[in-house]
């Protein structure tokens, strides 16, 4: 996390983990794998956000209703996870 974000995240809470047939990826190299992805809710970090460049040009937060287009499986599947939690945590 603080390599591609310059972030320290503090207290993480593991909150799902999301893999299955929807995380089925093909690489142009003709490599195949299913992604396993621990998601975890952060309440508290330390640092000053910034993208590092390789792994991302852009990092900032986004209200839970105005994300953007494009996300991919793994992210998709763990956010409406969150929507149904959302007031549990």
Request: charged fraction near 20%.
């Amino acid at each position: 996390m603080h390599e591609e974000t310059g972030l320290s995240v503090l207290d993480p809470l593991l909150f799902t983990v999301v893999s299955g047939p929807d995380t089925f990826v093909r690489l142009p190299n003709g490599d195949e794998f299913y992604q396993v992805s621990a998601a975890y809710v952060v309440r508290r970090w330390e640092g000053v956000p910034r993208a590092d460049g390789l792994e991302g040009t852009e990092l900032r937060f986004w209200p839970l209703d105005a994300l953007p287009h494009g996300l991919g499986p793994v992210d998709r599947a763990a956010l409406a996870h969150l929507r149904v939690c959302v007031g549990v945590l």
